[in-house]
T-cell receptor, first 114, second 113 residues
Framework: DAGVTQSPTHLIKTRGQQVTLRCSPK?????VSWYQQALGQGPQFIFQ???????QRGNFPDRFSGHQFPNYSSELNVNALLLGDSALYLC?????????????FGDGTRLSIL | RKEVEQDPGPFNVPEGATVAFNCTYS??????FFWYRQDCRKEPKLLMS???SGNEDGRFTAQLNRASQYISLLIRDSKLSDSATYLC??????????????FGTGTRLTIIP
C-alpha cells in the first residue's frame, strides 16, 4: 500500500523562476493538502484540493497555485520565486469528510532559492 | 495570539525520565487534535490522536481540556529514539468538513544517554 509520494526530493531555483511540485496521495485518499515548512517552524497550510477544486486556502499569495487531477494526484506551482520561498513543501492526503482522521504526509520537496 | 502555541524547548531529558509537553489553541470550534512527531529533515508522522477522554498508547498519554483549550502529551520511560520534534496539531473544521490542520511550531526533545 503506497503512501504519499512527492517529487522531486530536492530542487534548486533562482529568484524569479517558476517551480512545479508533484504529489500522489495515499491509496484510498481523495483529498490533498499542501504545506510550507520553513526552518524551525511548524508546517503552514497553503491550500487543499478535493474533486479537482481548491476547497480551502491559507494566507499565501496568488503566486502559489495548484491543481488536482482526476486520479487525485496534485501539483503545487509557485511563480516569481522569492528567497523567502525556500522551505520544505509537504503534501498530505486524507479521505474527504472525515475530519477526525489524521492526514498522512509525504517525504516533502526541499526547495532552495538562490 | 498564535492559533496553536507550544513551548519550543529544547527539552534535554535523561533517558528513562518522564517528560510532558503542553499546547494551547485559540479556536474554540476546533474538533480534532493530534500529536505528530517529526525527525530532523523528515516529514511529520502521526504519533497519536487526542480524544476528549484522554488516551494512552504504550508510554505515551495524551490529554485534552476543551474548557481551557489545552492539550498535553506525556512520555514515560523516555528512550533515545524519542528524540525528535513534537508537533501539536489542531483541526478547526467540523467532523464532516474539510480539514485544515494548524500546527504549532513544535517542541524539540533530546533524550540524553
Amino acid at each position: 500500500d503506497a503512501g504519499v509520494t512527492q517529487s522531486p526530493t530536492h530542487l534548486i531555483k533562482t529568484r524569479g523562476q517558476q517551480v512545479t511540485l508533484r504529489c500522489s496521495p495515499k491509496s484510498g485518499h481523495d483529498t490533498v493538502s499542501w504545506y510550507q515548512q520553513a526552518l524551525g517552524q511548524g508546517p503552514q497550510f497553503i491550500f487543499q484540493y478535493y474533486e479537482e477544486e481548491e476547497r480551502q486556502r491559507g494566507n499565501f499569495p496568488d503566486r502559489f497555485s495548484g491543481h488536482q487531477f482526476p486520479n487525485y494526484s496534485s501539483e503545487l506551482n509557485v511563480n516569481a520565486l522569492l528567497l523567502g520561498d525556500s522551505a520544505l513543501y509537504l503534501c498530505a492526503s486524507s479521505p474527504y469528510g472525515q475530519g477526525n482522521q489524521p492526514q498522512h504526509f509525504g517525504d516533502g520537496t526541499r526547495l532552495s532559492i538562490l | 495570539r498564535k492559533e496553536v502555541e507550544q513551548d519550543p524547548g529544547p527539552f534535554n531529558v535523561p533517558e528513562g525520565a518522564t517528560v510532558a509537553f503542553n499546547c494551547t489553541y485559540s479556536n474554540s470550534a476546533s474538533q480534532s487534535f493530534f500529536w505528530y512527531r517529526q525527525d530532523c529533515r523528515k516529514e511529520p508522522k502521526l504519533l497519536m490522536s487526542v480524544y476528549s477522554s484522554g488516551n494512552e498508547d504504550g508510554r505515551f498519554t495524551a490529554q485534552l481540556n476543551r474548557a481551557s483549550q489545552y492539550i498535553s502529551l506525556l512520555i514515560r520511560d523516555s528512550k533515545l529514539s524519542d528524540s525528535a520534534t513534537y508537533l501539536c496539531v489542531v483541526n478547526a473544521a467540523g467532523w464532516f468538513g474539510n480539514e485544515k490542520l494548524t500546527f504549532g511550531t513544535g517542541t524539540r526533545l533530546t533524550i540524553i544517554p
